[in-house]
């Protein structure tokens, strides 16, 4: 939300003065960019200071939101004595705190600073310098490397658009960037317009911040359930290594493949969650939430796969339709599927290697024949009970979180597909020998999904011995161990029903799908590759990349529609032409290329192959798309949940977003640091 230049318009009178001509549709969240680009208004960028968010919209992570508006009537109507008034109300930095005007004095935190000009001064001792930078994380806590942008092949004849390009060399090259940002040079202006920027770190707690998609009301909850795997208990790297090399020794012992493949290891950093395996032609694809395939994303074996071959396996626009999605490509959505995504791979870039024919369609099926042995047969599991500390990483803070649910009068279930000599071996190594009292309802081998679908009744497991008893349950036991069931038998035994329930998985359509579409569970996704990503966006390199791609988009924007303006909207020395202009055509082009370079920089940051698990090129990834769908709540670890005082009355609410981009968007991170003053 970079509105601070709406404040600075209503006092500049170069700005004010701007003609109507010169409206512009911007995104919302860049606008006082666009109008530096445009050369608007002369301003000193000073006084930056870190927030506990990053920008909306400079992380190329969110869709852009789109505003149409003049500079020179967004508030004509208003008299000149409210004007500052309200410039102060629907104006902020680049913070998602917002920073509206502020009085002469400003009190932070209990330390006091002046306000120059009655311009807003942040004056937390802990957070702020004077001059402009703090301490920290943020990208621009220190000298800033400049992104390498080739401008200087971008060129134009219309005199806006060298002004605006001219201007755009300025804001990204070294020597002003640096400068600038700093606060610490006068090419932009006078020490009294102050624009005012926010770091792009967010620091520990919003990398362990439970995230809302839709309103959830904790006190209306009744009972709180967790899956097991990757939810109550996070393994270490090793148990996907460990499924990876049964499953590699399953294909030379049992499948005939050649013997070298069991001396293949586990690469934790080739796949990320939420590919998808063309199971007939062998291809690791990432699909957007348009079913798209990212172009850059497919990879045979250790191979990309040209984007020529692509377009011959997929159609030109890669874009494959709900039936064919359906068919053909297995989605890969639990971190378990990481060591088949990598299998698949390294098992065909080895028969490649060593010129064996094969059929793709063969090998994908194959191993997941293998990785599912591997689960089936028990055998990592016997591996894992025998050394839980190589496994399993340490959870001090669980049986308290689970206790204090309990006291607040919250009913805890577990729901589990693991058997429950498994499940008892890990809990006990997490919370100890008592920790059946945690829960009023146990249940092992679910076998979710199907335990959403079936009317299965449960039967009682002796937690002694582990042995099935032979009669079913009918009635509610205390301390008891369930094995089976269906989610109808538990509607049945504890009268829980729709939005009563709130539970905890890490399988998206395993675990929460059905629960939530079809039972009206609110559901919460348990997301282990969210905090590395967040980390990822926090640090300096990728906010330097973010906020040079956010330059960019602008700059593409603003080209459009000077070059693209009404016939009969002239610019002196210009006129517009009707038809199409190759000048114009290939500035555009230019430009997308340079921006799209610049996305790349940002994808392989999270993964080299890839990029993010929840980012594909301009919208979301198929599984970020259907965790927002899917997942009323989502967060990095379930011990999240522990950060939070009163959990059982807490109120959830998602973030406010326009449904369409023709919604109009109001600034409500200066609303509420308003209300926060």
Known sequence: T????LQLCQRNPRARSTPASDSITVNCTTLSLG?????????RWAHLWRCGRSVAGVSGGHAAHESVGRTD???????????????????SPLSTNGCPALPTTATHCGSTAAVPNGHPTPCCADRVHRRGLVTGSGFFDSEITPIEIDLEKLSHPHPKVTRLLTQARRLLSSHEANRSLHGESDALGDDDDNLEFSTHGW?????KKVFANSYVNMSNVRAIGFDYDYTLVTYKPRMIAAFYDLAAKTLSDELNYPAEITSLEYDPTFAIRGLGVDIRHGILVKLSSRLQISRDCAYFGRTAVPREKLARLYGSQFTLSKDHRDRFIKPLLDSFSLAEACLIADVIQLLRDRDISFDPSAVAADVAEAVSHAHMSGKVHEAVMKDLPLYIKPKPQLKSMLESFRRDGKELFLASNSDFEFVSAGMTYLVGNDWRSLFDEIIVSARKPSFYGSN??????DPDTGFLKLDRVTSRQPNAVYSGGSIRA????????????????????????????????????IINDLEAELTIMSSQEYGRLAFSVTVMDEVLRLVQDILYRPVGDEVEGWSNQCGINEDDVQLLTDIEDETKRLRRQMRRMFNERFGSVFQSEYVSTYFGF?????????????????????????RFYPPVQRSMPHEPIFPRLAIRHTLLE
């Not at 009537?73 to 109300?89: E, V, Y």
């Not at 299965?456 to 497991?461: A, D, I, L, M, Y």
């Open 490 to 525: 538990l509607q049945r035994l504890t009268g829980w029903t729709g939005p009563d329930v709130l539970y905890f998985g890490d399988h998206l359509f395993a675990d929460l799908v059905e629960a939530r579409r079809a039972f009206g569970w609110y559901t919460g996704a």
């Open 203 to 207: 620091g520990d707690q919003h990398r």
């Open 73 to 91: 009537s967004t508030t004509s109507h208003i008299p000149p004595q409210s004007r500052r008034r309200f410039s102060a109300q629907y104006t």
């Open 35 to 43: 109008m530096l680009l445009r050369g608007g208004c002369r301003c």
């Open 626 to 650: 259907a965790m927002h769908r899917y997942s009323d709540l989502y967060t990095s670890s379930l011990m999240n949940l522990a950060q939070y005082s009163n959990l059982a009355n807490r």
């Open 2 to 5: 970079i509105l601070k230049f």
């Open 456 to 461: 299965r009744p449960f039967r009682s497991v």
